[in-house]
């Protein structure tokens, strides 16, 4: 009767329709009772209402509650989650360049005021270290905002020809296939099953178990080098260490391989998290990102000098984005085509600013790349003071891995050909 009820009920989940989904508790519900039977804001509406004091984990079930619940319907599978930091950049962006727009003094406060509150959300998150969309939701659409701009409001002046339109356009799209190129992994190390091989019997209890079962007396499946993490639970061995045992992982990680504590797994060759693409740039990946970097600032550069040259015809490109007279028709606006002009002007700025970033990123990977570091393996060599660094710190040389400037950039062009699925097997099992 059991697997007959166990069976009925897989049937009943797996026939959801496109309103419905499973929610936490692993219940059947539907998106439009998401507002109604909650009964965590019940408990703490009560509480406050009656002046209680609100329990520990009251506001987090709470808010777990409501991530649950906002769901939008899809046609696979039942309505799915909708991640709300990618709300914030669709509402932002677009509201804060209407307002630098509408004077020549808000467009210095706002856009120095954007990247400064996306810095500050960054140092947030990166403190907690958790994971967010919000980086690649502000990403992807500036990118599309930018596009859509170009088309709605450049275009239409006369000055951009069919041919620029195919470039700008193949610059996006190409800089969109190489993200995707990116996102579909990083090299993760995955773990050698050969490792999984022995049943150890021990007298401590688990944590979750009732002591006086069994005689205390726990029967557990572990991998013989878990014994070795569980003796020294929480330490991660140094880069140089004979077993570099990763035990969050459960995988021996190679030379040159780090964990990364934002996805939670073990990357070949770690250079960095990106929140830009929301992934780690690995062993698998670093060259379609640097490919990613490239097509990006080679489209925008374009974009901008398009922008500006049809917004101030009269102007150079280069004095067009610092001066650029009557954009903003004596600080308001006396025409729809001088509210464009300004809106056009604060793109190409906010473009700029992200531009100038992007560079930057990009000549610190080609710089690592040509002496053969890594972004993670720079801070810790900067960290211990066991590298040369000039330039500010823009140029660290650890001598490590360092075979000149042509066999450093072989090995970094051919590196994602040479990936093995498989972490080796530790030398003290063998």
Known sequence: MRRRRGTASEEDEGALCCCEYLDGRGQRSHVAASCCDCEDLDEACDR??????????????????????????????????LELSIIPPLILLPALLHLAALHFLLGPVVLTALPGLVLWYYYFTHRKKGRTLFFLSLALFSLFYMYFLFITEVLPRGEVGVAQLAAVTAGVVLTLAAMVHTKKGPGVVRPNPSDIHSTVTYGGPLCDRDPAVDGARQEVVMTASGRDASRAEGAEPKEGGQKNWCPMCRAVRPPRAGHCRICGVCVRRLDHHCVWINSCVGQANHRSFLLTLLLFLLTSLYGISLVLRSVCPHQNVLTALIYCPGVYSQYRYETPDTEASALCFTCAWYSSIVTGGLLHLLVLQLVNASYNVTEREARVALRDKTARSACWGLIVDTGVYSRGFRGNWAEFMTMGDNLNPLSPTPTHLV
Do not use: E, F, H, N
Not at 51 to 64: C, E, G, N, V, Y
């Open 48 to 81: 406050w209402m009656t002046r209680k004091p609100q329990k520990p984990d009251s506001m987090s079930r709470l808010a777990a509650v409501v991530t649950d619940r906002i769901r939008v319907p899809w046609l696979w599978g039942g309505a799915r989650r």
